[in-house]
């Protein structure tokens, strides 16, 4: 089976996510690896949030993009992280669960080739009641839990990861903190200031970057080359340089909601 991997460099919120939409088109058949990041900084939403949950007055007043996720989950912002998608054909023996888990042993595997301090990295083994979550303030973040099989460090969700099955195959992307920057996601959702404060206080409490447990700046390339490396290894090829092409995207976040 081909495997391709795609380095994009940086993009627009609605360039990155119609880049994704267009890889699962491209490569149905093969698995395919793409790494990006953001520019400017952006929140995402999940592909059925309101964007109601966000102060879009403050967004636009502090440079911050915001686009949809085809995927599903809440709001995540995208500032200091390398962010990952991946395509792949499901089949009676790769589910979509089995495929969710496997990219999660890849990217484990790169981030403990970038520094063996990462090393500790391990699976969330239980799955929160998201719909209970979801319904509380706290809600409107992505990164205030750990769905089952994505990435701690210590305890600490390093990795967010989501997934959408489409046809015979699955798209899944997410985001590899790197900064403390995705920290600022209350200044821009709307709620109270109590119900604000304690959201910063469980993302400082829940989440941890590879800034803070390395102790220094991310070297995003050598960073990018060890998790291409991480798929190499758990998906036994490798994984060939290639490009991709993509239709100029729509007004913000209405082309992919369905």
């Known amino acids: 089976m081909r495997r391709a991997f795609i380095h994009n460099g940086v993009a627009t919120g609605d360039e990155n996510m119609a880049a994704d939409v267009a890889m699962l088109e491209a490569f149905r058949e093969a698995t395919a690896l793409r790494l990006y990041r953001w520019k400017p900084w952006c929140v995402s939403l999940g592909a059925n949030q309101s964007p109601d949950a966000l102060d879009l007055d403050r967004l636009r007043d502090d440079g911050i993009d915001w686009t949809r996720r085809p995927t599903g989950g809440r709001a995540v912002f995208h500032a200091e992280e390398l962010t990952y998608a991946v395509v792949a054909p499901l089949t009676p023996k790769d589910s979509a669960k089995a495929l969710y888990r496997k990219i999660n042993e890849a990217l484990a595997v790169g981030l403990t080739i970038y520094d063996e301090r990462l090393g500790f990295v391990a699976m969330e083994d239980r799955q929160p009641d998201f719909r209970a979550l979801y319904r509380k303030p706290l809600g409107a973040a992505c990164f205030a839990a750990s ?15 989501a997934q959408r099955k489409l046809g015979e195959a699955a798209l899944q992307h997410g985001s590899i903190l790197c900064g403390t920057a995705h920290r ?8 109270s200031e109590d119900d604000r404060r304690r959201m910063r ?51 913000t976040s209405e082309r992919i909601t369905g």
Not at 184 to 191: A, E, G, I, M, S
């Open 184 to 191: 600022r996601l209350p200044d821009y959702v709307k709620l």
């Open 147 to 161: 769905a089952k099989s994505e990435l701690k460090w210590r305890g600490k969700k390093l990795v967010g990861s």
């Open 201 to 251: 206080e469980t993302l400082d409490a829940e989440t941890v970057e590879i800034e803070t447990v390395v102790g220094e700046a991310t070297d995003y390339e050598r960073l990018a080359s060890a998790i291409r490396e991480g798929f190499e290894r758990t998906f036994g090829g490798a994984f060939e340089e290639t490009t991709l092409e993509t239709r100029a995207p729509e007004a």
